[in-house]
T-cell receptor, first 111, second 110 residues
Framework: QKEVEQNSGPLSVPEGAIASLNCTYSDRGSQSFFWYRQYSGKSPELIMSIYSNGDKEDGRFTAQLNKASQYVSLLIRDSQPSDSATYLCAVRGGNTGKLIFGQGTTLQVKP | DVKVTQSSRYLVKRTGEKVFLECVQDMDHENMFWYRQDPGLGLRLIYFSYDVKMKEKGDIPEGYSVSREKKERFSLILESASTNQTSMYLC?????????FGPGTRLTVT
């Protein structure tokens, strides 16, 4: 069973700090990696995608991918209370269009 | 912007009813998906479709069927609703790899 693992949290950080969210995956053939943000009672919203090793930055968000170690992370700089949400890691393996989702990490940013 | 719409935000049905959940996307995406999301179980794939009239089973297809007669519309059908199908149902649309979700339908079966 191909798996995507995340620490469920909650991860609590003070406002203005860097929040670091981590995800590991079991399928070495995985090709594409995504981070979604989900507010309580809402649907997941795509915030980052990353396809190759290294860092990808978009505003306050940085996704990091290390295929050799099979992990992907999301850094949120200058965290705001509005960043408080559950963050889902999703991985696409092989030639399939299906995504495998982790259970999500709940982030709490305290003012 | 990608827009995925779902027919209802909240729905209450009785056990044994046939239930239709509809999803429409306006971006000419080939791929569409239906998930359910339950606390502690995460997102689980029910069915997906790569093209009109094409469908494939996901991880939990039992008790569900789907229909895709037009590219923009993907319907999920609960043939005979049961209480264990009470859940949040999420539709997603995808041009290739990334998926975009609709707002979700919270279905309660009593």
């Amino acid at each position: 069973q191909k798996e995507v693992e995340q620490n469920s949290g909650p991860l609590s950080v003070p406002e203005g700090a860097i929040a670091s969210l981590n995800c590991t995956y079991s399928d070495r053939g995985s090709q594409s990696f995504f981070w979604y943000r989900q507010y309580s009672g809402k649907s997941p919203e795509l915030i980052m995608s990353i396809y190759s090793n290294g860092d990808k930055e978009d505003g306050r968000f940085t996704a990091q991918l290390n295929k050799a170690s099979q992990y992907v992370s999301l850094l949120i700089r200058d965290s705001q209370p509005s960043d408080s949400a559950t963050y889902l890691c999703a991985v696409r393996g092989g030639n399939t269009g299906k995504l495998i989702f982790g259970q999500g990490t709940t982030l709490q940013v305290k003012p | 912007d990608v827009k995925v719409t779902q027919s209802s935000r909240y729905l209450v049905k009785r056990t044994g009813e046939k239930v239709f959940l509809e999803c429409v996307q306006d971006m000419d995406h080939e791929n569409m998906f239906w998930y359910r999301q339950d606390p502690g179980l995460g997102l689980r794939l029910i069915y997906f479709s790569y093209d009109v009239k094409m469908k494939e089973k996901g991880d939990i297809p039992e008790g569900y069927s789907v229909s895709r007669e037009k590219k923009e519309r993907f319907s999920l059908i609960l043939e005979s609703a049961s209480t264990n199908q009470t859940s949040m149902y999420l539709c997603a649309s995808s041009p290739m790899y990334e998926q975009y979700f609709g707002p979700g339908t919270r279905l309660t079966v009593t």
